[in-house]
């Protein structure tokens, strides 16, 4: 990839549908996670295999996560956070087969992604308040910020699309010119430092989402301190 | 005069990568060494203090990727150079 990362290239047409080829990579990496997921649950046993205690493992690392930086029960968010960890790590190491673009590099896959993000944290945040309650919580700390709030909303949506669309694609246009300019062995530490920003990228997409939902769905910091503000500031000094 | 835009573009693209990486760098910098502190202290609190460096650092970064992404836009979708 040398070109403009900008640009998209029509694969094939699906009627009258133009299906790009980020589009049909990140349809064949879904198929693949769906496929693997069946097969890897298809026989679940008290007693473990060892394909089970990996998976395990990861659900388990997963709902740690969760709780650790939500501070809330893992059971709702463990698919969703779960799901866009797992794409978005495969989306970001999908680069490595031969003759494939990680979807990640094209803006429309981060677009897709961070709007999920957006509606999953409206959706949480209206499902854990309620109406009342989550509009209340544009207005935290006072009337003032109800625009800086509202203003944030799209800003932060932003900038997770372009943070995982800037990195992916660098990642990617610095091996196309790597290898347009040395040849055949030269971008291999380049390959292998993407493989490492993938699995951060990947890994802040997803702390990122569950910051903003967990942010939706509890109380604010300022609005939870009177609850308990002797037990706070005892705490702050040690 | 049609010749200026192209050549003030590709100067303001990595004038934008150059000085865009300045600022995050040293701000990653002070960040990481911050962190290595704190956990060198407490090492025990280094799975909280990580993965809070690991946001801040991608908040932190997310400066100059706007910056890259400025400068690719400037190379490759530029609304002045038609």
């Given at each position: 990839m040398i070109g403009s990362p900008l640009r998209t290239d029509v694969l094939f047409h699906l009627g009258p549908v133009p299906v790009s080829s980020a589009v049909a990579v990140s349809w064949g990496i879904m198929a693949l996670l769906v496929l693997g997921a069946w097969l890897a649950t298809r026989r679940l046993a008290l007693r473990p295999s060892r394909t089970q205690v990996v998976l395990e493992l990861l659900v388990e690392t997963i709902d740690a996560q969760v709780h650790d930086t939500m501070?809330?029960?893992?059971a709702p968010y463990r698919a969703l956070i779960g799901s866009i960890f797992l794409f978005v790590l495969a989306a970001n190491w999908?680069?490595?087969?031969?003759?494939i673009e990680p979807p990640?590099?094209?803006?429309e896959t981060d677009a897709a992604l961070a709007g999920i993000v957006f509606f999953a944290t409206i959706v949480f945040g209206l499902r854990a308040r309620g109406v009342r309650g989550y509009l209340a919580s544009f207005a935290?700390?006072?009337?003032?910020m109800v625009p800086l709030n509202l203003v944030e909303q799209v800003t932060r949506t932003f900038s997770l699309m372009v943070r995982l669309f800037g990195n992916v694609m660098s990642g990617v246009f610095v091996v196309g010119i790597a290898l347009s300019l040395a040849?055949?062995?030269?971008?291999i530490p380049f390959m292998a430092l993407d493989l490492l920003t993938g699995a951060i990228q990947a890994y802040i997409f997803s702390v990122l989402a569950m910051v903003f939902i967990g942010a939706a769905v509890h109380p604010a910091p300022p609005s939870r301190a009177p609850d308990a503000p002797a037990s706070s500031d005892r705490r702050d000094p040690s | 005069m049609t010749d200026l835009i192209p050549v003030v573009s590709i100067l303001a693209a990595a004038l934008s990568v150059s000085f865009g990486a300045i600022g995050p760098a040293l701000a990653e910098g002070r960040a990481v060494a911050a962190a290595m502190d704190a956990i060198a202290r407490q090492p025990e609190s280094a799975g909280t203090l990580s993965r809070t460096l690991f946001v801040g650092l991608a908040m932190i970064e997310t400066m100059a990727i706007y910056c890259l992404v400025i400068a690719i836009l400037l190379l490759f979708a530029n609304p002045f150079l038609k």
């Open positions: 501070q809330v029960d893992p999908s680069g490595l087969v031969p003759g990640t590099a094209h803006l935290e700390p006072g009337w003032l040849g055949l062995i030269v971008p | -």
